[in-house]
């Protein structure tokens, strides 16, 4: 059996990261066009002008705030003008997305710096493009990995909980994805099974955010970086990048996806929804309830959603319950990798059944 495994070239984490950018950046050339959501560019900045001085260029741009086909034509005009050597993505998932599609376009190494570890994205060949208006378009799946991921953990550690809390719930669907892709014998991102090396790793990312998330959460409350936080930082990002797109997907993202079409959730961020995405999966994938009750208890120790209250959906009816669920079992989609068939009414009775679970556990 041919397996295959993906990963970014060098990942590099710790307090005072930013540090090292500009010689990091100048690896790849002598001048970089850096995008910066607002956040990064406002606070972030002088940082990175500070730390490129003496190694190389760096033309900043800032971005519009979705990563659609719009912003990335926009992009590729200017950087024709500019003609960096190398893209730098600063800031959340959705402008790193956006830095790896325009790198992509211009067939030009990227660098990322993720501000939150709110997602996997830093360290994945994928790019997720969304309409103009917020709502899942596609997956753009791009040929390498990034050549550099740059965490600096007190830059992640001064950002709301709620960003690190919401990368959790991403990680959190890592192992249970990637193990029924195993089962199944589904395809990774690559198109192929993959190794040991990714379920393994994948089982590394749940049991370290088990063991320190509750720690790492606190951390951040404060503001300060401790190994817990740490660790948590590296599941959420490096970890739970590498299981998801070297081990598979499968219901608990295609969920999320169906999310997306409801603009009560678009408040609410990827892993907030990805996390009741994973809740309703171990109802569909009936899960022992030994996993499911350390699952809530999980969820519930670091803020993450129990119900569909807490995704913005108190009053949701049925027929736009089948909305979502149509989009998740959509032809294509990930929910497909499971190992037993689905259909549109077992997921919406799976997401009733997560939501009443979630409710009785906070009443009690």
């Not at 600096?152 to 919401?166: E, G, M, N, T």
């Not at 300060?224 to 797109?245: D, R």
């Amino acid at each position: 059996m041919l397996t295959t495994a993906i990963f970014p070239s060098r990942y590099v984490q710790g307090r005072g990261a930013l540090e090292q950018l500009g010689f990091e950046l100048s690896r790849f050339g002598g001048k970089a066009l850096a995008l910066l959501d607002p956040f990064a560019d406002d606070h972030l900045g002088d940082q990175l002008e500070t730390s490129c001085a003496g190694h190389l260029d760096c033309e900043r741009v800032r971005f519009c705030g979705e990563c659609s086909d719009e912003e990335i034509a926009r992009l590729v005009a200017l950087a024709q003008q500019v003609a960096p050597e190398v893209i730098l993505g600063m800031g959340g998932g959705k402008a790193l997305d956006t830095a790896k599609a325009l790198a992509y376009e211009l067939s030009l190494p990227v660098a990322v710096v993720p501000t939150l570890a709110s997602s996997d994205a830093p360290c994945s060949a994928l790019s997720v493009i969304y309409t103009a208006q917020g709502a899942f378009k596609r997956y753009l799946v791009l040929p390498r990995n990034p050549d550099l991921v740059l965490v600096d953990s007190q830059v992640i550690a001064q950002a709301p909980v709620r960003f690190l809390v919401s990368g959790m719930g991403d990680a959190l669907a890592t192992w249970f994805e990637a193990e029924d892709c195993r089962i199944s014998g589904a395809a990774n991102m690559t198109g192929r099974q993959g190794p040991r090396t990714a379920h393994a790793l994948a089982r590394f990312c749940y049991d370290t955010l088990l063991e320190y998330g509750p720690l790492a959460a606190q951390a951040c409350h404060q503001q300060v970086v401790t190994p817990a936080l740490e660790h948590v930082i590296e599941a959420n990002t490096l970890l739970s990048g590498l299981g998801f797109e070297s081990g598979g997907l499968a219901a608990a993202h295609a969920i999320h996806n169906g999310f997306t079409v409801l603009p009560g959730t678009h408040a609410y961020w990827h892993g907030e929804k990805v996390a009741f995405g994973v809740l309703s999966m171990l109802m569909l994938r009936d899960s022992e309830p030994k996993l499911i009750d350390e699952v809530y208890g999980f969820c519930l120790a670091v803020g993450l959603p129990v119900t569909l209250a807490d995704i913005g959906l108190a009053e949701v009816a049925d027929a736009d319950l089948l909305r979502v669920a149509g989009l998740a079992c959509a032809a294509g989609e990930s929910i497909h990798n499971e190992p037993f068939a689905v259909d549109a009414r077992s997921v919406v009775a799976a997401m009733r059944t997560a939501d009443a679970e979630g409710r009785r556990r906070k009443a009690a």
